[in-house]
């Protein structure tokens, strides 16, 4: 179930899920031919429990990203200030000393859940349709460990993916890139290269969570209702797994 919850977030949080092709603007321009670009505002999140998080973004003059804020719960709150020059990303925390770390450290922990992440298979629209990972299995009769695999079959909407212009107005689009995937060997950071490879131009809508055998351990769905522009203004997500379910509502907002 842990593994449903990643997907979950994935799903309705921020996704860095796009195929193999010659960037990740070509693909987003040539699906998404014509459509607006929206950067967004907030997102509002709660769960079953009725707990609710918020995240606002904040842009400067030239619409680059300079600061996200957010609050959880319990009313607690927390400003980060973003800076991107193109090969180093800074950021301060509640006015702290700054903390800057390199292009390469990019990904390495939002994709810890797909480190053993293959794609599988694209769908028409260069989304990822197939991921192959692998998942470390604790087995409390003999208390050790296994590794085994799993499928995660994929389906989206035919809508710009929401969080396309937010991550341009952050530098990241740019990093995506610059990044060539189709080579055997080249020296990007591998976190970097996973995260072009699992980027989508659209939304994701529906997950079908199998194991190695072809049973389905669990799914998720997402129903979206959508702007004059095509784009989420809510998300309503529902994860079954075998024992469990959780559900979430979310909220959008665009800063155009």
Do not use: H
């Amino acid at each position: 179930m842990k593994n449903l919850k990643y997907v979950f977030a994935i799903g309705l949080g921020m996704t860095l899920l796009t195929a193999c092709s010659s960037s990740a603007s070509d693909d987003f321009e040539e699906i998404n031919e014509g459509a607006k670009k929206k950067r967004l505002k907030t997102i509002t999140a709660t769960n079953q429990e009725n707990e609710t998080m918020t995240a606002q973004f904040m842009y400067n003059s030239e619409n680059k990203l300079v600061s996200l804020s957010g609050t959880d719960n319990e009313g607690g709150a927390t400003l980060i200030n973003y800076k991107n020059d193109g090969n180093t990303i800074a950021v301060s925390e509640g006015g702290s000393t700054s903390e800057s770390f390199s292009i390469e450290k990019l990904y390495e922990s939002p994709y810890e859940a797909y480190e053993t992440g293959e794609v599988l298979e694209y769908d028409s629209n260069k989304n990822p349709s197939k991921v192959l990972f692998r998942q470390e299995v604790y087995d409390w009769e003999t208390d050790t460990y296994s590794i085994e695999n799993y499928i995660a079959e994929m389906f989206y909407d035919e809508n710009p993916n929401m969080y396309f212009s937010t991550l341009e107005a952050a530098g990241i689009i740019d990093i995506l890139d610059g990044v060539d995937i189709n080579f055997g060997i080249n020296p990007q950071a591998a976190e970097i290269v996973k995260a072009r490879a699992l980027f989508p131009v659209n939304n994701l809508t529906k997950v079908i969570y199998k194991d190695a055998d072809d049973n389905i351990k669990g799914t998720l769905t997402i129903d979206y209702t959508y702007d004059e522009d095509g784009y989420p203004v809510k998300g309503s997500g529902l994860v079954v797994g075998e024992d469990e379910s959780v559900k979430a509502e979310v909220n959008y907002s665009y800063d155009e």
